[in-house]
């Protein structure tokens, strides 16, 4: 496709600094990165809700990703540098414990996708971080939750 110098978005790059939109990018990045812990916890909340409405844990419908598991345990202490064993026990104990022959293997490949996705950050050989700048303090009212009259769980 031929470049049109005077297109807007031609006009917008022109008027930005590499460094710009590097820190754009960066900041970009820790938006996902908290989103998708939010994410992730939305989906342990409905799964959760629905097996203490009587119905059956998920298994077939969606099970929860190894992503997901690894999320939700960052996003627990989201300033915290995790090892690979801890995050093998703490996944282990929600009940995501990784699959395969060597469970440790399983979470190294898992962190490697994560480390590409731009979802971790590795800190070094075996160590890992969300890359968030301040921890993820989410309340119901954060995530759209509102307690509805009648409900229990409010």
Same mark, same amino acid.
């Given at each position: 496709?031929?470049?049109?110098?005077? =297109?807007?978005?031609?006009?917008?790059?022109?008027? /930005?600094?590499?460094?710009? @939109?590097?820190?754009?990018?960066?900041?970009?990045? $820790?938006?996902? =990165? +908290?989103? #998708?812990?939010?994410?992730?916890?939305? +989906?342990?909340? $409905? %799964?959760?809700?629905?097996?203490?409405?009587?119905?059956?844990?998920?298994? #077939?419908? +969606?099970?929860?990703?190894?992503?997901?598991? !690894?999320?939700?345990?960052?996003?627990?202490?989201?300033?915290?540098?995790? &090892? !690979?064993?801890? @995050?093998?026990?703490?996944?282990?104990?929600?009940?995501?414990?990784?699959?395969? $022959? #060597?469970?440790?293997?399983?979470? /190294?490949?898992?962190? =490697?996708?994560?480390? %590409?996705? +731009?979802?971790?950050?590795? @800190?070094?050989?075996?160590?890992?971080?969300?890359?968030?700048?301040?921890? !993820?303090?989410? &309340?119901?009212?954060?995530?759209?939750?509102?307690?509805?009259?009648? %409900?229990?769980?409010?």
């Amino acid at each position: 496709m031929p470049r049109d110098p005077q =297109s807007p978005f031609e006009h917008l790059l022109a008027g /930005l600094r590499d460094e710009e @939109l590097d820190e754009q990018e960066r900041e970009y990045e $820790k938006e996902i =990165s +908290r989103l #998708n812990v939010f994410l992730s916890a939305v +989906r342990a909340a $409905k %799964d959760a809700r629905g097996v203490l409405r009587g119905a059956d844990p998920p298994q #077939n419908e +969606r099970r929860v990703s190894q992503i997901d598991a !690894v999320l939700a345990v960052m996003g627990r202490d989201a300033q915290r540098k995790w &090892t !690979v064993d801890e @995050l093998l026990l703490a996944v282990s104990r929600v009940g995501a414990p990784p699959g395969g $022959k #060597n469970p440790k293997n399983s979470i /190294l490949a898992t962190l =490697s996708r994560m480390v %590409d996705e +731009r979802l971790v950050v590795r @800190l070094d050989r075996g160590h890992y971080a969300l890359p968030l700048a301040a921890p !993820v303090r989410a &309340t119901p009212a954060d995530l759209g939750w509102a307690p509805s009259q009648g %409900d229990g769980d409010a």
